[in-house]
């Protein structure tokens, strides 16, 4: 409860305060290439339920739905503002109307897309499907892209195991810091 609340009130100050900065991204991100600024992804959220998930898109149009990682040549797909928004994590903003919606939570495993298989069996064989996915968690914190599927999934496993608000607040701390460092984004 003191999680959900702490989500809708920390998601609709950050959405007031960022709304200005979010109108600049969609506008440059509607004049430097065709499309939508917005890209909904399907994402497999709380429960292994499929839910809408928002981002500024960062890739051409004509991308196939794959994790960046499995692209054949990913930089040649990525848009003129993309490869900012992307190391910037700024792409990442409008996911807080998915927070407001209970869709996401700030911290949780992040969601993984719809045909990730592999990391959602895994995901759901150590009981993970029962969190809210998150914008951030303790896997992103500990290597984020560069961290192989079965990892990862050992991080997610440690913050369901070891979840609380203290974790939480250490892992939003910790956030702060990747993301203006850039580590851990390969594209």
Known sequence: MIKRLFDITAASALLMLSAPV????????????????LYWSDRIGKYNKIFRMPKFRTMRTDTPPLATHLLKDADRYITPIGGFLRKSSLDELPQLYSIIKGDMSF?????ALFNQSDL???????????????????AQVNGRDELPIPVK??????YLKNR????????????????????GVEH
């Open 107 to 111: 911290v949780g495993p992040r969601p």
């Open 153 to 158: 999934v050992e991080f997610d496993e440690y």
């Open 22 to 37: 979010m109108l600049l991204f969609w506008m440059l991100v509607r004049f430097t290439s065709k499309g939508s600024a």
């Open 120 to 138: 959602i069996e895994l995901r759901t064989a150590k009981g993970l499907q029962m969190l809210t996915p998150g914008l951030t968690g303790w």
């Open 164 to 183: 609380s608000m203290l974790l939480d607040m250490k892992i939003l701390w910790m956030t702060l810091f990747k993301v203006v460092r850039s580590e």
